[in-house]
């Protein structure tokens, strides 16, 4: 095959230009300029596309073991190539969490392994804590013996101080990645969607911007202290951002995503769509949406992560109070 005029994006090699691609079989075997078609070849013209490596998302949920209802690996990684998408690093709330090597193992796929349906590259990140209770410190080095790439209570925010604290200061002696949750359950209390002027007209319960932003400044203080490396999973506000440009210019090792929902859409999105907007962290303002864009643009921002979360159609029919939490029902969506 002959992928012909794209453009090729390729940031590790530096790579941007226009180029010609030939594969053969499941190999790149020749990039160049004007590359001539060799006979019984088939040809891609390419003119005004992209050709790039394959994507990696850092922030997925898989749902296997224990939610296979919702999706499972093999049909979470054939979405995800689908898309683009040959990487993925998937969250450990599932049931059981993947808080021991056994467990985690299981989903821990380095190479994409077609013949037992997994597609795509897995790399597991690892609980913080027992079960995510927030409770119990685990063993970290076991796990990421056993594959993880970082350590996160993601879906649930360690709310002991204490814990957190003992937690950063474990994963900085490794020299290891803390992703933070970031959201206080009493500030958001039975919230559906963003604390504001729409929840107000639609007479929703709302989850304030505080409830994400007074854990962020948290953990960042509590990663000062350590030294630790931490992530900011989902950032939704504004004053999220600014908590994380204050911490990195007093030194902090301090890191942050976006989703590309919260950057398109804001909590108007609910007075359209109900339940299918209900989201965590929810949507917010055109404010905040506009203020994470123009942190993208600055380069303040160091990587866009899908938060994918599919829920089985059940889940996310009904009133937005009972709703699950995404989307979509529809499993696999790329």
């Known amino acids: 095959m002959l992928v012909?005029?794209?453009r090729i994006v390729d940031p590790r090699h530096r790579v941007d230009a226009l180029r010609d691609i030939r594969l053969q079989g499941d190999r790149i075997a020749e990039i160049g300029e004007h590359l001539r078609l060799h006979p019984g070849e088939e040809i891609v013209e390419a003119a005004g596309w992209v050709v790039a490596p394959g994507f990696i998302d850092a922030h997925v949920h898989l749902r296997e073991p224990g939610?296979?209802?919702?999706?499972?690996?093999?049909?979470?990684?054939?979405?995800?190539?689908?898309?683009?998408?040959t990487a993925l690093c998937a969250m450990p709330n599932t049931e059981p969490a993947l808080d021991t090597a056994?467990?985690?193992?299981?989903?821990?796929?380095?190479?994409?392994?077609?013949?037992?349906?997994?597609?795509?590259r897995i790399y597991p990140i690892g609980a913080m804590t027992r079960a995510r209770a927030g409770h119990e410190l685990l063993d970290y080095a076991s796990l990421l013996a056993a594959g993880a790439v970082a350590f996160s209570d993601d879906g649930s925010t360690?709310?002991?101080?204490?814990?957190?604290?003992?937690?950063?200061?474990?994963?900085?002696?490794?020299?290891r990645v803390a992703i933070a949750h970031a959201e206080d359950a009493g500030i958001k209390a039975d919230g559906v969607m963003n604390d504001g002027?729409?929840?107000?007209?639609?007479?929703?319960?709302?989850?304030?911007?505080?409830?994400?932003?007074?854990?962020?400044?948290?953990?960042?203080?509590?990663?000062l202290e350590t030294h630790a490396r931490l992530h900011v999973a989902h950032v939704s506000t504004s004053r999220s951002l600014e908590l994380v440009a204050w911490a990195r210019e007093r030194g902090g090792r301090v890191t942050c995503?976006?989703?590309?929902?919260?950057?398109?859409?804001?909590?108007?999105?609910?007075?359209?769509?109900?339940?299918?907007?209900?989201?965590?962290?929810?949507?917010?303002?055109?404010?905040?949406?506009?203020?994470?864009?123009?942190?993208?643009?600055?380069?303040?921002?160091?990587?866009?992560?899908?938060?994918?979360?599919?829920?089985?159609?059940?889940?996310?029919?009904?009133?937005?109070?009972?709703a699950a939490v995404g989307f979509s029902g529809r499993r696999s969506i790329s």
């Open 4 to 6: 012909r005029g794209g």
């Open 67 to 85: 939610f296979e209802a919702k999706e499972t690996l093999a049909t979470g990684t054939a979405a995800a190539v689908r898309g683009g998408f």
């Open 102 to 120: 056994e467990v985690l193992a299981r989903v821990s796929f380095p190479q994409a392994s077609p013949e037992r349906g997994i597609h795509a």
């Open 158 to 175: 360690v709310a002991d101080a204490r814990v957190m604290r003992e937690v950063l200061g474990a994963l900085a002696a490794l020299d």
């Open 197 to 223: 002027i729409v929840s107000r007209r639609l007479g929703l319960p709302g989850s304030p911007a505080s409830a994400e932003e007074s854990i962020v400044a948290r953990d960042i203080v509590l990663a």
């Open 257 to 322: 995503e976006v989703t590309p929902h919260h950057l398109l859409l804001t909590d108007e999105a609910v007075e359209e769509s109900g339940a299918g907007a209900k989201v965590n962290p929810p949507l917010r303002t055109a404010a905040d949406a506009r203020a994470l864009r123009d942190a993208v643009r600055r380069g303040a921002v160091e990587f866009f992560a899908s938060d994918h979360a599919p829920h089985t159609d059940e889940e996310k029919r009904g009133d937005i109070a009972h």
